[in-house]
């Protein structure tokens, strides 16, 4: 069956991006390679004098049955190498030679590692058009940097997350850009608000709706298959581009059971259970190639490896990959070359093994925090909703319970939250009060439901995570943090 | 002697720059590694489920008597070794654990590699005031782009050489900027045009002067100490910031000399020596803080390592690095351990040993250029100035003598220009053509003395490149430059 082509979408793009040329050395730069022609045209330094000579990476062996973080010995040892030159690669190695790596090169990212990230993302996502193409970036953060030069002018609007990621935030209105909120509740952003907010717009309308919708940061909430598509046609009707940011995809968990006897069991048996059992994405819905997926190794290998790719239509691409030849251009060559190593000696199938076991290992760290939660917060004044993806959690705290709040806090529940977040500091643990991610922008009109929601008036949240912390310091750290609600609350 | 605080030029800055905000999230970091503290707020994963447990590099060991391009032997070889865990580093590498470079981590860059990179600085430019600092970037390429949205708005003028690298005007033009060509001669930036046109301005000044001051892309030339104080003084005069954009400033080379026996001599005989024949950089004599300097690994060690850094006032540089945060965080980690863990082995005297080699390869290079082009080019229509720096050389030629100047071409010495350049492809070889450097913008009220320069109207200039190509294919290529030309002039 043939797939359709993408829409023209490029009323879409900023001032920026349209006026952005191509530089007049490309056109050198196709006889560059050609047989019999001496290229005296570019500033390349020869690789004779790069000083590195080969490198190597000591890397863990599929498919870790002892888990992803097991120690590394000699039995489950494989050696990532990479040479300078070519002739010193074994062939089958598919590897990215230095000398072609540390080179001046493909904006784009090295050819190998990028098909093998395009052959990944067709088994998970299935892209249901034709053209569309991948991008290699310096991770989600540079990507949706060069989203919003490539999409925005200063002065137009967004639509974002009630609560969002804030530098995220700050990295639009930095550019000038207006972040309108869309409501969310524990499950996620309310495709019913946002309908009603852009039947409602007065006005140009948000080109973009930024979404971390899977294991949402701050709220940790996971969007259903049935919101995104609901969503997805609020795109195509209202013509906005949905960018969807998600470095915690394939942090995605089993379902939460307090009955811990019946955690043992493997609940995702193989890959191909594992790849059903993922939430679909916006990019799996797109059949008018208006998503732009923003991926990134930065949660499941190495947030310093500094690499992330972008998906979309190849038209859209064309101007990222513009932009990155005047600024990033490309990845870092011993990262391209020593990941690329890694990926095609571990194969498709080796790297869903990893993603599988990352799938254990977080839906333990999950439970852990979950079950001290259950255990060490007062249930009087908490409500929860346990996580499906990603690395937070939030626990939402009725602030009208505050023995101060009608008195000395007159009824501002951001009192009550400064408040527990000095008392548990002072208890030696530290969440993060959820308004401190609160999007804020003007709608047009103003929009109404959002002031309306009455849980503002009295609710609060803080965000923790299980990422980054042993299991016994987790434990630990939520004991404290439940200390401190209770001392607030006059509960011991 | 106390050195002189830099002055305050924030009032320099971009819409844009000014207002940026720290993330909210920072209050909270101060936290992070407290004593007693369980630190519940970051989504940072376990260094645990980072794959890679060692990384290593072979590398040649200073001071690489055989030259920097020698193959490296058993007997040369250093071998840079970087552990996930300090406990497995030797500490007196001072090297930069995987845990720590594969982390969320210091977007200034890791300490390790910056005071380094600093000591390396001071050695060099001898920076004549206190508050400097460096940052790093990916490169050139993005400190440029982040440059200008530090300093630049959209409608904003800027300074640039008359010939300039074209990606980098592209870069200025996508962002809405006027670039102002400032006048140019064999030696580069002419200080006097450049008083004339800032003392005639009319209306808001130029912000930046954007310069590739030692081995100018595309002209090759290399500004004289002379011309650059007296361009500092305008800057201070004027109120604008120079940039200069030096990833080619290692490459200074001896003064050609055609008398080959002449050429064995070695003319740097030490470090010291090494140093002092360097031209004096503009950091060298900014007492105000108003120059950035913009410094890179491309071109001395491999342009893939994506790896420069930023040197200017601490005032400035926190303004990158709030760009940074929410752009390209920080360098890629792979990088900064193997880069850092090179240069700590090599010592600055080894880094210092390895600059030398790469100044003696470039003059070998250069000789062989200009000794090719004197060989082979007619004289009677071609002048050059042997470069001094870089990795570029132009050749400027006289279109009035090419037969069909006054007739077919219509005096236009850019058709002259295309002949040429296409009847050296037809020939196989490739120069680029001076024109495609043009740098274009009106300047207020529009600038006399570059439209009146005479030589524009018959003489035009292509650049070539020594660095690029093994040292036969150099010499063959301009032969069939050289014929190219005695074909196009009927000089056979």
Redesign the interface.
Known sequence: MTKPQAKDLTHLLS???V???N???KS?FK?FKEP?????????????????????????TPSFPNG??AK?TDEN?TVVEVYKRAADNKPENNDVE?AR?????YTEGAPEIMEFLKEHTDLIHKVPYEDWDAVAS??N??SW?STLRTFVT?GDSILVEEYSF???L??A????VNTIPVQMDEYGLIPEALSQLLDQWVGPKPKLLYTICTGQ?PTGSCLSAERRKAIYDLAVKHDFIIIEDEPYYFLQMETYTSDKSSRGGKHVHDREEFISALVPSFLSLDVEGRVVRLDSF??V???????GWIIGQSTLLERYVR?H????????????S?VNG?LQRWGQNGYLD?LIG?RA?YTHKRDVAIDAVTEYFPKEIISYVPPVAG??FTVTIDASKHPKFDTEYEKDPLKVETAIYEQS?KQ?????PGS?FKSEGESNPPQKPLAENPSHKTHIFF????????LD??Q???K??GKALKIEYGLE
Chains 1, 2 share one sequence.
């Open positions: 001032a920026e991006a006026s952005r040329k530089s007049p050395l050198a006889y019999g022609m001496t290229f005296l045209g570019g500033g390349l330094p020869l690789a004779d004098y790069f000083p590195f000579e080969k490198i190597t990476a000591e890397v863990p992803i973080g590394i040892k230095l790596s540390l080179q001046y090169g310096v991770g953060t540079e940097e200063r804030s530098s995220a700050e990295t209105h930095a550019q000038g940061n930065s949660k290998l190495a947030p310093g490896l500094r690499f932009l030849e005047v600024s990033i251009q490309c990845p870092s060559g011993l990262t391209q020593l890694l990893w990352l290992e690395m937070f500091i030696g643990t530290l969440m993060i401190w965000r923790g995570t299980y990422a980054a912390v042993p310091e987790l630990f750290g939520l404290k943090f």
